[in-house]
């Protein structure tokens, strides 16, 4: 009997020690399948001046603040800013949620170097996003500034221009986290526009866009 309890029992942790060996062949050759990241592309535009909400700055740039009566930066402790909000569109032009940009300008604008660039993204019934970026305006893009300010005259055209420089890998901008539907998102941006005029005082109509290249982690 004693014999044939110790056949048994010897049977039994063969039975799993083949198990166990089994499962971590499994998972190693990664038969067993992992949770995985997704990905999605998102892109959204404004036209300016159209879009624009408010417009406010210490008058380091030549844009008018918007709307009439809304107070200056300029003698605060926050002259060196900029801030924009505006209404966000899709690619058929509709209108889908609400943005807001804040810019530090404690780099003067000529020196043509980066600036600090913050914005948040609402896009109500689907969630927010929090981006993070460095910003440029292109030589190119100052001359078409210059060229309408010293003729006096307005300068029509087109203009494309890439202004995100960081802060992430391939200079485009860093999403940094989102809420709702983007709940655990972050990735890349890059922010792009399409200018069709510039006035002799600064005023500029264009078309913008970020374009945002998100992964959620499972």
Same mark, same amino acid.
């Given at each position: 009997?004693?014999?044939?309890?110790?056949?048994k029992s010897?049977?039994? &942790?063969?039975?799993? &020690?083949?198990?166990?060996t089994?499962?971590i062949t499994?998972q190693?050759?990664?038969?067993?399948?992992?949770?995985?990241?997704?990905?999605?592309? =998102?892109?959204?535009?404004?036209?300016?001046? +159209?879009d624009?909400?408010? @417009?406010?700055?210490g008058g380091?740039?030549?844009l008018?603040?918007?709307?009439?009566?809304?107070?200056? #930066?300029?003698?605060t402790?926050?002259?060196?800013t900029?801030?924009l909000?505006?209404t =966000?569109?899709d690619?058929?032009? +509709?209108?889908?949620?609400?943005?807001?940009? #804040?810019?530090?300008?404690?780099?003067?604008?000529? *020196?043509?170097?980066?600036?600090?660039?913050?914005?948040?993204?609402? #896009?109500?019934?689907?969630?927010?996003?929090?981006?993070?970026?460095f910003?440029?305006?292109?030589q190119a893009? +100052?001359?078409v500034?210059?060229?309408?300010?010293?003729s006096? *005259?307005?300068?029509?055209?087109s203009?494309?221009?890439?202004t995100t #420089?960081?802060?992430a890998?391939g200079?485009?901008?860093? @999403?940094?986290?989102?809420?709702g539907?983007? +709940?655990?998102?972050?990735?890349?941006?890059?922010? $792009?526009?399409?200018?069709?005029? @510039? $006035?002799a005082?600064?005023?500029?109509?264009?078309?913008?866009r970020?374009?945002? *290249?998100?992964?959620?982690?499972?």
């Amino acid at each position: 009997m004693t014999s044939r309890a110790n056949s048994k029992s010897k049977s039994l &942790c063969q039975m799993v &020690c083949s198990a166990f060996t089994i499962l971590i062949t499994f998972q190693l050759s990664g038969s067993i399948a992992q949770p995985q990241s997704r990905t999605a592309e =998102l892109s959204v535009y404004w036209n300016s001046p +159209e879009d624009h909400l408010s @417009v406010t700055h210490g008058g380091q740039i030549p844009l008018e603040l918007y709307p009439p009566g809304m107070r200056s #930066l300029e003698g605060t402790p926050a002259q060196s800013t900029f801030l924009l909000t505006v209404t =966000l569109r899709d690619e058929a032009n +509709e209108i889908i949620g609400i943005a807001a940009e #804040l810019e530090d300008f404690s780099t003067p604008l000529e *020196e043509n170097k980066p600036f600090e660039v913050w914005w948040l993204l609402l #896009l109500p019934g689907r969630g927010a996003l929090y981006i993070h970026q460095f910003e440029h305006f292109p030589q190119a893009l +100052e001359d078409v500034f210059a060229e309408a300010a010293e003729s006096g *005259e307005a300068w029509e055209g087109s203009f494309a221009a890439t202004t995100t #420089l960081g802060s992430a890998v391939g200079g485009k901008g860093r @999403v940094v986290g989102g809420t709702g539907e983007f +709940e655990g998102a972050h990735g890349t941006v890059t922010e $792009s526009m399409i200018v069709s005029s @510039v $006035s002799a005082d600064g005023d500029i109509k264009s078309r913008s866009r970020l374009e945002l *290249e998100l992964t959620f982690k499972p």
